[in-house]
């Protein structure tokens, strides 16, 4: 009898055990991701050479981006794991599903729409022309036929080469600025924001012209078909932007909000 009572109670102890663990997982498991202790962990592709959207602060990766896609991350209660790589591995890793999105300043354009989906635009960004303060370049109708700088993957210079510009590609919008300082390019396109942040740091050396070449929406990039995921980060985005979240963190960073 005492073995039988024995029994019953580590079976009930088993089955409780079950109960337990199946009620606890969070969304990682396929659960609500408020559920338990558990969070999902979304992977966030970036290239952190983009400031003031995203750039190393030691050894962390700041910036307006990820200022904005913490406060989205909070509002689907999610975790960030946030990975820096080129700028092109990150679009690719977006639009291959090794990344559940891709977040790095990009513009939501046709082109790209073939290849991924995005979500609701955040910010409209330009093109802009970096060149030296005491250069001959003061218009963009100045460069017709130059050598102008650019980083690698980015719609300013596919608007480069097909206008037909002679281009010098790089990783990063620092080393296409630094080919500028030293003479080895006429100019250097590049999204507004960063070309302010980047000629700033020149001492003078260089300005950027008034005039943008192109005008562009930047948006998140995910795999096409990500449909789910992308119903929830437009809604926790369309949070942000109403309760004065996302303006607030494009203060910060001095960039214009459009609250459209």
């Known amino acids: 009898m005492k073995r039988t009572k024995l029994l019953s109670l580590v079976l009930a102890i088993i089955m409780l055990a079950a109960v337990l663990t199946a009620c ?68 690719t890793g977006a639009a291959t599903g090794k990344y559940d999105i891709a977040l ?6 046709d082109e790209r729409r073939k290849n991924m989906a995005f979500t609701d635009d955040y910010y409209v960004a330009s093109q802009a022309v970096i060149v030296m303060a005491e250069g001959e370049y003061k218009k963009v109708e100045d460069l017709a036929g130059k050598t102008i700088s650019c980083q690698e993957g980015t719609t300013g210079e596919q608007y480069l080469l097909d206008n037909e510009y002679k281009v ?7 080393e296409a600025i630094s080919a500028l300082t030293a003479g080895k390019v006429d100019a250097v396109v590049i999204d507004d924001a960063v070309a302010k942040a980047l000629s700033e740091k020149q001492n003078g050396k260089t300005v950027v012209l ?51």
């Open 24 to 91: 606890g997982g969070g969304a990682a498991n396929g659960g609500n991701a408020n559920d338990g202790e558990t969070k999902k962990v979304l992977t966030v592709a970036t290239n952190a050479e983009f400031p003031p959207f995203e750039y190393f602060e030691g050894e962390k990766i700041v910036g307006a981006d990820i200022d904005m896609m913490e406060a989205i991350a909070e509002k689907m209660g999610v975790t960030l794991e946030i990975t820096h790589i080129d700028f092109d591995a990150a679009l």
């Open 104 to 109: 790095s300043g990009i513009t939501a354009n």
């Open 168 to 174: 010098q590609s790089f990783k990063t919008g620092a």
């Open 210 to 260: 008034d005039e943008p070449m192109t005008k562009e929406n930047y948006a998140i990039a995910t795999k096409l078909g990500n449909d789910e995921l992308i119903s929830e980060i437009n809604a926790a985005l369309a949070e942000i932007k109403a309760d004065g979240t996302l303006a607030k963190i494009f203060e910060k960073y001095e960039l214009a909000f459009d609250a459209e």
